[in-house]
């Protein structure tokens, strides 16, 4: 069995509204081919398993992979696909390496959302016997959790329109990032309303691309790179599928998620010994909500940290110094970016974006499913 | 051979449509027609942890017993949390701008997601007591509950 697993390599293609020059296989191609030039592996003699994260009806097709086995080496050789979060990509990747099984494993996420409507895909994620025919989609289930977690624990709107200020802030010096800027608070209070409280500038926006990873066994991981990020911990949990099921404002999942992670990585004290985090802000709210159920802050305290400066590239406790997703990553490859990201701090190799403290420990946060049903934690450090 | 560097990219239009029938199942389908025949809105009992869940199911989630009781709940319940949407899609009964709400109705654990109306936007507050209105017209789905509405 391997003792421990490493990051070796990643690749991020620029992450743009409509890439209309490529197919989705193409563009997994950019990231694999880089990842590889970048290692200096070869798929055929290197690459012992390979993991895509896609979704079958983003790619209309069941089953996603299928299309994809070429360029990502399946051809008469293993692939699996996660079709959640790309953090679970990392999750499944990481326990292959530790069976003892897999030496290399090949990670890639990829999603193009100008292919088709998200909000009618998204809808086929409800449940078909007592949800579906009501319309919903993640937007409108989102401002349902948004709306429950601001009356819970008295949560302005404009705290949560400085998450969208700060992210797409740091996104300006983040070269992958599709969208960026300055903006202030009333700005971001006044783009248009769409599902209240949640505006225009609180959603991500659809974006087309995708990310790649090489992880390895401690072994292998030495002779490929001086600067390996190890993997820690890492958890996962769902909490229930119906909207009414449980109160939408309670992170039990992400506790339990984080809880596994973190014992996996000797954390005993999140808020001190994690330097930077990187959490799945598909909407605003949620990096202050997956804040608190990463127990970077007590229940209801991260708005405080936020205002405080605390969350920033120059804070005590930086949170997505990449910008997030508010800064444009497309769904399913949302995770392994969040991965991605905080593996480049570890390194010390995120450029403008790095953080100006030391990197020992990062925390990286994957979701999937509405109102963040299914959770996924990476705790990664260095040496 | 001459590499192609310029071209016009080319879009593949295609529409992926399945005429679905999902079978509600044991419990459902006794909600269904309790629903559409009596306008009685079923939960499902569990007796290990004494908690009554809407939708009603067939396995507690939380203690795996199978379940095989229901209770009629509601009509009446609470709003837990809402919003109005402001966009349309073709796949809402409703046109925008519309509230969705999750609704805890009296004697139920769990809420209910669903439709509010015959009140103003500003006026919906998590607390809010309301009561179905039935369609005219029940089909045996969920729009058999046409919406909620202030008591
Ligand atoms: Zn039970």
């Known amino acids: 069995m391997a003792d421990r697993v490493a990051i070796v390599g990643i690749a991020q293609t620029k992450f743009a509204p409509k890439r209309v020059d490529v197919s989705c296989g193409e563009m997994a191609y950019e990231v694999i081919e880089e990842v590889l030039r970048q290692t200096g592996l070869e798929m055929k003699k290197d690459i012992d398993n390979a993991i895509s994260c896609s979704h079958d009806i983003w790619d209309g097709q069941t089953i996603s992979n299928i299309g994809i086995t070429d360029v990502i080496g399946g051809h008469l050789r293993s692939e699996e696909k996660m079709a959640l979060d790309g953090s679970t990509a990392v999750y499944y990747g990481t326990i292959g390496i530790l069976s003892g099984e897999f030496d290399c494993t090949l990670l890639m996420a990829h999603t193009k959302m100008s292919q088709t409507n998200r909000n009618i895909v998204n809808n086929d994620a409800f449940d078909p016997i007592y949800t579906r025919l009501l319309g919903f989609d993640y937007t409108s289930a989102a401002a349902l959790q948004v709306r429950r977690y601001m009356y819970k624990y008295g949560i302005t709107p404009e705290q949560i329109a400085r998450v969208v200020v700060k992210n797409l802030g740091n996104a300006k010096l983040n070269p992958v990032a599709h969208q960026s800027g300055n903006l202030t608070v009333a700005e971001v209070l006044s783009s248009p309303l769409v599902a209240s409280p949640l505006r225009k500038l609180d959603i991500a926006p659809d974006t087309d691309g995708a990310v790649a990873m090489i992880l390895a066994s401690e072994k292998r991981a030495r002779k490929i790179t001086k600067n390996p990020v190890w993997i820690r911990g890492i958890g996962a949990c769902y909490d229930a599928h119906y909207l009414g099921d449980r109160d939408l404002a309670d992170v039990f999942a992400l506790q339990k998620a984080a809880g596994q992670a973190y014992r996996m990585a000797g954390i005993k004290n999140p808020r001190r010994q994690i330097d930077v985090a990187e959490v799945g802000d598909d909407f605003s709210y949620q990096e202050l909500l997956w804040m608190e159920g990463l127990g970077l802050c007590e229940r209801g305290g991260a708005a405080k940290m936020l205002e405080a400066g605390a969350t920033e590239i120059k804070g005590r406790l930086p949170v997505n110094p990449s910008g997030g997703l508010l800064g444009g990553v497309p769904i399913n490859v949302y995770g392994l970016n969040r991965v991605a990201e905080a593996a480049l701090q570890v390194m010390g190799q995120a450029g403008d974006h790095q953080v100006k403290k030391d990197v020992k420990i990062a925390v990286a946060q994957g979701h999937s499913g509405f109102c963040g049903q299914h959770q996924c934690v990476v705790v990664l450090g260095k040496e | ?151």
């Open chain 2, 1 to 151: 051979m001459e590499e192609i560097k310029k071209y016009e990219p080319f879009e593949v239009d295609q529409h992926i449509t399945a005429q679905s029938r999902y079978y509600a199942g044991r419990m459902g389908s006794r909600f269904y027609i309790a629903l559409r025949d009596q306008q009685k809105i079923l939960g499902a009992k569990c007796p290990r942890c004494n908690k009554v869940l809407w939708p009603p199911r067939s396995t507690c989630g939380v203690c795996f017993s199978e379940l095989t009781e229901t209770v009629e709940i509601g009509p009446l319940g609470t709003v837990e949390t809402f919003t109005v949407v402001t966009y349309n899609e073709p796949v809402q009964p409703r046109k925008a701008p519309f509230i969705y709400a999750v609704i805890k109705l009296d004697g139920a654990d769990t809420g209910m997601a669903h439709f509010l109306d015959e009140v103003d936007f500003d006026e919906v507050h998590i607390g809010l007591r309301v009561r179905p209105v039935y369609a005219r017209e029940r089909n045996g789905n969920i729009l058999d509950i046409q919406y909620f509405k202030p008591l």
